[in-house]
Each structure stands twice: as C-alpha cells, then as structure tokens.
C-alpha cells in the first residue's frame, strides 16, 4: 500500500485552482500551537511553533515507521503542510505584524491520538529541548463552506488575490463567515527557505455562509 498522501487523495482541498472557487472542508485533525506576533521575527514564537510542529509530526511518522511506539491503525503517510490560521491580517482593518494572532498547525491522520502526541512530546524533549513540547496540542477542526484560491507569489502579495476572492463571493452573494477558529486560513504548499517569493504556492480560504 503507498504512502497516505492527503495531497494527492484530496485535491480539492489541496490543489485549487487559481480562481476562486467553493468548497466544503470537513472535519480533520491538527497539531496546533497557538500565538502571536509577527511571523518574520528571527527566532520569534512562530517560528518556534513551525519548529516544534514538524518535529512532532516528524516524531510521530517515524515512530510508527519504525515500530518504536504502538500506534493502532498506523499507516505510512507523507506529512501535510503546513497551515495558518489568522486574525489581525484583514486588508480591510491592518495591523501591525506584531499584533497579529495566530495558530500555527498540521494536518494529522485520524489514527493519532492523544496518547500519540505524548509520546512525540517526550521524544521532541529529549531531542530538542529548547522546545517548549507542551505548546502543541491535538485538536480537531471542521472549517465548513469557504472561498479558496490558490495564491501564486510573495505573501505581502496576497490582497490582490484576496480581492478576487470577494468580488466572487459578491457574485455569488456569500457573506464572510467569521468565528471561532472559522477566520482567514492559509496552507503553505512551498517551502519559502528554497523557494524564490515570486513562485510560492499558498493556499488561501475565507470562511463564507450564504445570504
């Protein structure tokens, strides 16, 4: 059996096209960490909380590769992006980066737990103990219809798509749905330490309920 591959076996949720389009995202599980402040800050709280997400998924994926914790129902599988949940970004009301408020995450498949998490928390600790591994928790998340699009360029870029993105729900007249955690959603699908601005894919959603 190959790899889990949330990527390649729900596209619709991770390949949109570069128009805006609808979508109804169901319930899924994540890593998170959540904080605030901007996320450029060198050795700042998000990039901390980057850090100990991939290490934590990392801990989990090859723990249950190599048989090294019981993990019911293991699978192999490819780590999914990651995610970002945001408020204090809108165009319409800016702020400054270092008053933004964010949770920073990571898909995980339905056969992590909680048991599963400390496990990677104690193997985290004793890897990288400048990690704070409490900071990450296990939670689940159903973010329901949304507007996506798929933003091809520099972040600072993004408004211009986000324009697009609203014209389309006044065409289709949708409405902002915003609270709770249903705010504005980016997944990263580059890796911005190699790849150049003006190529980085990052998906971008905002949470919409019909008039």
Not at 70 to 93: D, I, S
Not at 150 to 170: I, K
Not at 184 to 211: A, N, W
Request: charged share 30%.
């Amino acid at each position: 059996m190959s790899p889990l591959d949330f990527k390649k076996e729900e596209k619709r949720f991770y390949l949109p096209p570069a128009h805006p389009v609808l979508a109804d995202v169901p319930e899924m599980n994540f890593f998170m960490v959540d904080g605030e402040g901007d996320p450029n800050e060198p050795e700042g709280a998000y990039q901390h909380a980057v850090e100990l997400l991939y290490a934590l998924s990392y801990a989990v994926r090859m723990g249950g590769k190599k048989r090294t914790f019981p993990v019911p129902g293991y699978r192999e599988y490819v780590v999914p992006p990651l995610e970002g949940l945001w408020w204090g970004c809108e165009p319409e009301a800016p702020v400054s980066k270092k008053d933004f408020r964010w949770i920073s995450m990571i898909r995980q498949p339905g056969f992590v737990t909680q048991e599963t998490l400390a496990y990677a928390q104690k193997q985290v600790a004793m890897k990288k103990p400048h990690l704070d591994t409490e900071a990450g928790r296990l939670d689940s998340f159903r973010e329901g219809l949304c507007v996506q699009c798929l933003h091809t360029g520099p972040y600072d870029d993004e408004p211009a798509t986000l324009a697009r993105m609203r014209s389309f729900m006044e065409q289709e007249t949708l409405l902002p749905d915003m609270e709770g955690l249903r705010t504005h959603h980016e997944i990263y699908l580059s890796d911005p330490r190699k790849t150049p601005p003006e190529r980085l894919k990052t998906i971008l959603r905002i949470p919409v309920r019909r008039r």
